[in-house]
């Protein structure tokens, strides 16, 4: 076990020195494996080092050397969706292969949360920020760009400035699964969705919308609820929708927080109502009711995100963005969609 620090606190590189009996330029050679320092006096300081329970600031000692701090700020909406946790390793699988590590900061989908929580990674000196936006105004996320920290956007396109983006083809993953519930006879089909500011929401109502009108259809309003974030909130809105007196005969949902209350609301209502939405989930293929939904690869949404954050970090290391090279244009990765069907 280590020792107590003599006089409190967490023991600094001096007390090492103080307890090793060699100076503290000796403890910084031995603790960046210089080999010009004798073995003995090496493992004088080690054992040292941990009897202490010294750990060195790697943070500190990089900003000093005019490195990163080896962080990347990672910023997303809502951590109790399953999306974001797939999101998240992505990110970390290819960032952590180049010695970095994620710092995961959740919004609660509140703006203002999301700008303090911006202002506090860039006060950090993160290495850069991978951002799921809450809504339009990303103003702080351009000024932390403009601040020289490289920032890449996931799942929603940048507002006002120029930025790196990984998209899902929302628009044509909602579009697709309409088509097929027209297929199967629906002619009344709700829409369950995000708030209306929300970039997904908003496109994949627009895909909702395309395929009814590429059958002559027009959506009907009473069967339209937005804003759920939760699934108890979507289970309400389903309820809402399944007790009017003409009931949509199906109900398409624009993410799996929806599609989960919506099935809760089918079977206690027993109605025979079919289902379909956006974003795949682990145990839909036991709920015993027959469903389509809409799968992508969430984890090389991740990936590519963290990709791209990779590329601006280089550039900059390499002085590729600098004023007396061209900066690399703005990129947008877009992530193909499937349908998959359960219980058919």
Excluded: W
Aim: glycine letters at 12%.
């Amino acid at each position: 076990m280590p020792g107590p620090h003599p006089k409190g606190g967490q023991p600094t590189l001096r007390d090492v020195a103080e307890r090793a009996g060699v100076s503290a330029m000796t403890v910084s050679r031995v603790l960046r494996d210089d080999p010009q320092v004798l073995p003995a006096t090496r493992e004088r300081v080690r054992a040292a080092a941990t009897a202490l329970g010294y750990r060195p600031n790697e943070v500190a000692r990089s900003l000093r050397l005019g490195r990163g701090t080896g962080l990347v700020g990672l910023v997303v909406t809502n951590l109790a969706n399953p999306f974001y946790s797939r999101l998240a390793l992505g990110v970390d699988s290819v960032v952590a292969r180049d010695g970095l590590k994620t710092v995961i900061g959740n919004t609660g989908q509140d703006p203002a949360a999301e700008r303090e929580l911006v202002a506090d990674l860039v006060a950090r000196r993160v290495d850069g920020i991978i951002a799921v936006p809450a809504g339009a105004d990303q103003r702080h996320l351009a000024g932390a760009a403009a601040d020289g920290v490289p920032v890449v956007l996931a799942s929603r396109p940048p507002e006002g400035f120029a930025a790196d983006c990984v998209l899902v083809d929302d628009f044509g993953g909602a579009r697709d699964a309409t088509v097929r519930l027209l297929e199967r006879g629906h002619r009344r089909i709700g829409f369950l969705g995000s708030p209306p500011a929300v970039h997904t929401g908003t496109e994949r109502l627009r895909g909702f919308h395309a395929a009814l009108a590429a059958a002559g259809l027009a959506a009907d309003a009473r069967h339209i609820r937005q804003g759920q974030t939760e699934p108890d909130q979507a289970t309400r809105a389903a309820a809402e929708l399944l007790a009017l007196p003409e009931p949509p005969t199906a109900l398409f949902c624009s993410n799996n927080r929806n599609t989960i209350g919506a099935f809760r609301a089918i079977r206690a209502s027993g109605a025979g109502v079919a289902l379909a939405g956006f974003d795949d989930f682990e145990l839909a293929d036991a709920l015993g009711l027959a469903l389509t939904l809409v799968a992508y690869d969430s984890d090389e949404l991740g990936r590519a995100a963290g990709r791209l954050l990779l590329d601006r970090l280089h550039d900059r290391g390499t002085g590729a963005a600098d004023e007396r090279a061209e900066p690399r244009p703005p990129r947008q990765i877009v992530v193909p969609t499937s349908l998959v069907e359960y219980g058919g």
